[in-house]
């Protein structure tokens, strides 16, 4: 199941929480329970892309941009992990959809 924040025209610049996955990973078979936090950082902005396909920039208007933190459960408290394993920033435009991924290591 894959959680993403539903986008509409009065998003809330609040955060919001994906439900909590638990798993073990491996190795070293450690048993986990993570969260994802999603942010609007802005919406309603403009950017400009240039492509592979295209040397023109190409302008979207009204785009949204939502970050995406992780959070592992550690004794019944939710500990930002991002800085181990990074976050990613998703950039929507309306009436077009996702348009732009990024993906950071801090």
């Avoid at 929480?17 to 919406?43: D, N």
């Avoid at 408290?77 to 993906?103: C, Q």
Wanted: charged share 15%; glycine share 8%; aromatic share 12%.
């Amino acid at each position: 199941m894959v959680f993403a924040p539903r986008l509409a025209t009065s998003l809330r610049l609040s955060p919001a929480f994906s439900p909590a996955f638990a798993g073990t990973v491996t190795p070293p078979g450690q048993s986990l329970t993570i969260r994802f936090k999603y942010t609007v950082l802005t919406k309603d902005t403009t950017i400009s892309l240039t492509t592979s396909g295209s040397c023109l920039p190409v302008t979207y208007n009204n785009v949204i941009i939502i970050e995406e933190k992780y959070e592992q459960l550690n004794g019944g408290t939710w500990i930002d992990v991002t800085p181990v394993v990074g976050y990613g920033k998703s950039y929507y435009a309306r009436n077009i959809g996702l348009m732009k991924y990024e993906f950071a290591i801090l």
